[in-house]
C-alpha cells in the first residue's frame, strides 16, 4: 500500500540540515499502559529529499481538525544553503532551485512532553492507547503554559475553541476512525511516513532501521517522535 502524504526560524535552529545525519536505527518506547502492555510508540518521518513544498499536507490537516482561518498546526519552511549570487554546483547557474528543500515545523510529539508537564490541570496529557499528546479542551484554562515550555514553538491557542492546540497525529479525528494523519493520506510524494516505531513489521520501524534521520534538538532530552530525512548538499 502506498504509505499516503512558512515559518518559526528558532525552531530550525537545531535540525542541522547539511550536517552529517545521526543515525536512529531504533525508536522504540518502554512505557506501559494502564493495563501492563507495551504501548504502541507512533512516529512521522519527514523525508526532506522527497518534498516539494506543495503545501497540500498544511491544507488536507486545516481541513480534517476544522482549524480557523489563519492557524496551522503544521508549516512547511523553505531552506537554502546557498549564498546568494553563488554558482549553483549542479547547474553552474547564479539563480536556480536546484538547493531548494523544506522542513515540516509542527509538534515533535515529545515521549518527554515539556507542554504535559507544566500542564497545571491535565488538559495536556498523553493519550493511554496511543501514546500521543493531545488535549482535553475541557480542562484547558488558557494559561498558556504548554505553549512557553515547548522548545519547538508548535503549540498555539485555537481562537475558535480558546484552546491550546498541536499536531496529535489527527487522533481525534482520522485516526479515530482507523485513517492515516490527513497530512500523510494528502501528500503526493510519499514525503511523510507514519506508523507504530514499536512493530518490527511496520513501514515506519523498517525504515527507520535502515534510513539516516535526524531529530530535532535532541540534546534537550525531550525525545521527539517526528523524524527528519535531510537532504544533504552535494558534494563539489
Given at each position: 500500500?502506498?504509505?499516503?502524504k512558512?515559518?518559526r526560524?528558532q525552531?530550525?535552529q537545531?535540525?542541522g540540515?547539511g550536517?552529517?545525519a545521526?543515525t536512529?536505527?531504533?525508536?522504540?518506547?518502554?512505557?506501559?499502559?494502564a493495563d501492563?502492555?507495551?504501548r504502541?510508540?507512533?512516529?512521522?518521518?519527514?523525508?526532506?529529499?522527497k518534498?516539494?513544498?506543495c503545501g497540500?499536507?498544511?491544507d488536507?490537516?486545516n481541513?480534517?481538525?476544522?482549524l480557523?482561518e489563519g492557524m496551522?498546526?503544521l508549516t512547511?519552511?523553505r531552506?537554502?544553503?546557498?549564498?546568494e549570487g553563488?554558482v549553483?554546483?549542479t547547474?553552474g547557474?547564479?539563480?536556480?532551485?536546484?538547493?531548494?528543500?523544506y522542513?515540516?515545523?509542527s509538534?515533535?510529539q515529545?515521549?518527554?512532553?515539556?507542554c504535559v508537564?507544566?500542564?497545571?490541570t491535565?488538559?495536556?496529557?498523553?493519550d493511554?492507547?496511543t501514546?500521543?499528546?493531545?488535549?482535553?479542551?475541557?480542562?484547558?484554562?488558557?494559561?498558556?503554559?504548554?505553549?512557553g515550555?515547548?522548545?519547538?514553538?508548535?503549540?498555539?491557542i485555537n481562537?475558535?475553541t480558546?484552546?491550546?492546540d498541536?499536531?496529535?497525529?489527527?487522533?481525534h479525528s482520522?485516526?479515530?476512525?482507523?485513517?492515516?494523519p490527513?497530512?500523510?493520506q494528502a501528500?503526493?510524494?510519499?514525503?511523510?511516513?507514519?506508523g507504530?516505531?514499536?512493530?518490527?513489521?511496520?513501514?515506519?520501524?523498517?525504515?527507520l532501521?535502515?534510513k539516516?534521520?535526524q531529530?530535532?534538538?535532541?540534546?534537550?532530552?525531550?525525545?521527539?517522535s517526528l523524524?527528519?530525512?535531510a537532504?544533504?548538499?552535494?558534494e563539489?
Amino acid at each position: 500500500m502506498n504509505q499516503l502524504k512558512l515559518h518559526r526560524r528558532q525552531f530550525l535552529q537545531g535540525i542541522g540540515v547539511g550536517t552529517a545525519a545521526v543515525t536512529l536505527a531504533a525508536c522504540s518506547s518502554t512505557e506501559e499502559g494502564a493495563d501492563g502492555e507495551k504501548r504502541p510508540h507512533y512516529v512521522m518521518m519527514f523525508d526532506q529529499t522527497k518534498c516539494t513544498g506543495c503545501g497540500r499536507c498544511k491544507d488536507a490537516c486545516n481541513e480534517a481538525n476544522d482549524l480557523p482561518e489563519g492557524m496551522a498546526r503544521l508549516t512547511l519552511e523553505r531552506q537554502s544553503d546557498r549564498v546568494e549570487g553563488a554558482v549553483c554546483p549542479t547547474c553552474g547557474k547564479t539563480e536556480c532551485h536546484c538547493d531548494r528543500k523544506y522542513v515540516r515545523v509542527s509538534c515533535q510529539q515529545c515521549q518527554k512532553a515539556p507542554c504535559v508537564m507544566v500542564c497545571p490541570t491535565g488538559a495536556a496529557y498523553r493519550d493511554e492507547k496511543t501514546g500521543i499528546v493531545t488535549m482535553d479542551g475541557s480542562k484547558c484554562a488558557g494559561c498558556k503554559y504548554c505553549i512557553g515550555a515547548c522548545p519547538y514553538n508548535a503549540r498555539q491557542i485555537n481562537e475558535n475553541t480558546d484552546v491550546a492546540d498541536n499536531c496529535d497525529f489527527c487522533l481525534h479525528s482520522k485516526l479515530a476512525k482507523g485513517e492515516l494523519p490527513a497530512c500523510v493520506q494528502a501528500c503526493r510524494y510519499d514525503a511523510l511516513v507514519f506508523g507504530d516505531a514499536n512493530d518490527p513489521n511496520s513501514y515506519v520501524a523498517r525504515l527507520l532501521a535502515v534510513k539516516n534521520t535526524q531529530r530535532i534538538r535532541p540534546h534537550l532530552g525531550t525525545e521527539p517522535s517526528l523524524r527528519y530525512v535531510a537532504k544533504l548538499k552535494p558534494e563539489v
